[in-house]
Structure formats: structure tokens, C-alpha cells
Nanobody, 123 residues
Framework: QVNLVESGGGLVQAGGSLRLSCAAS????????MGWFRQAPGKERHFVAA???????TYADSVKGRFTISRDKAKNTVDLQMNSLKPEDTAVYYC?????????????????WGQGTQVTVSS
């Protein structure tokens, strides 16, 4: 099994920054691709960012230039640095992983999910 635990969520004013972290444990390998997704109340889950085994990255257009996904393979962590936050970024953010080295923007392709961490951006 693979366990993913997100942390770092909270309340921040528009224009501020937050750094989310996802800690992986269990039968986790650094060759897994990882992603971040978010879901606002009453809305569907949306792709945010993903990173491949070799640290290649991809982002949703809505966050490109503001968010940065990174990974520390030695620590088995994946971070999401969020800058210039907007109220529209308010959501529960989920960390996800898949037993495949290449990233995907489709949540259905990910096998492992964290419990989520709330991010609230006030205006």
C-alpha cells in the first residue's frame, strides 16, 4: 500500500502564498508520477499540477505561472508552492500518485490519494 498525507493548507488572503506538502510512505517508489488536484464545494475535481519520475512538470492553465510542483525523492515528498493566490483557488487540495513514471492530468489514472487539505483564499 501507499499512503499519502497532505499538509500546509490554511487561510490566506488573495495575493498571498501557501506551500502544500505531500508525504508518501508505505510501498512508494520515487519512480511514481505524482499530481495535485483540487475540488471546490459542489464542483467536480480538477487537475492542478503533476510531476513525472524525472521531475518533468505540467500545469493547468489556471495556475500556470503561479504554482510550482516539485518533489524531493530522498524525502518522498511532493510540494506545491502556490503564489499569487486568488479566491478561485479555494478548494480541498489532494495529492495523488500512480504506478507509472509519466504524469497525467486525468484523476482517474491515479491510484493513490491523500485525505486532502483545505485551502481558503479570502478576498
Amino acid at each position: 500500500q501507499v499512503n499519502l498525507v497532505e499538509s500546509g493548507g490554511g487561510l490566506v488572503q488573495a495575493g498571498g502564498s501557501l506551500r502544500l506538502s505531500c508525504a508518501a510512505s508505505g510501498r512508494f517508489f520515487s519512480g511514481f508520477a505524482m499530481g495535485w488536484f483540487r475540488q471546490a464545494p459542489g464542483k467536480e475535481r480538477h487537475f492542478v499540477a503533476a510531476i513525472s519520475w524525472n521531475s518533468a512538470t505540467t500545469y493547468a492553465d489556471s495556475v500556470k505561472g503561479r504554482f510550482t510542483i516539485s518533489r524531493d525523492k530522498a524525502k518522498n515528498t511532493v510540494d506545491l508552492q502556490m503564489n499569487s493566490l486568488k479566491p478561485e483557488d479555494t478548494a480541498v487540495y489532494y495529492c495523488a500518485g500512480r504506478k507509472f513514471p509519466l504524469y497525467s492530468d486525468d484523476g482517474g489514472e491515479y491510484e493513490f490519494w491523500g485525505q486532502g487539505t483545505q485551502v481558503t483564499v479570502s478576498s
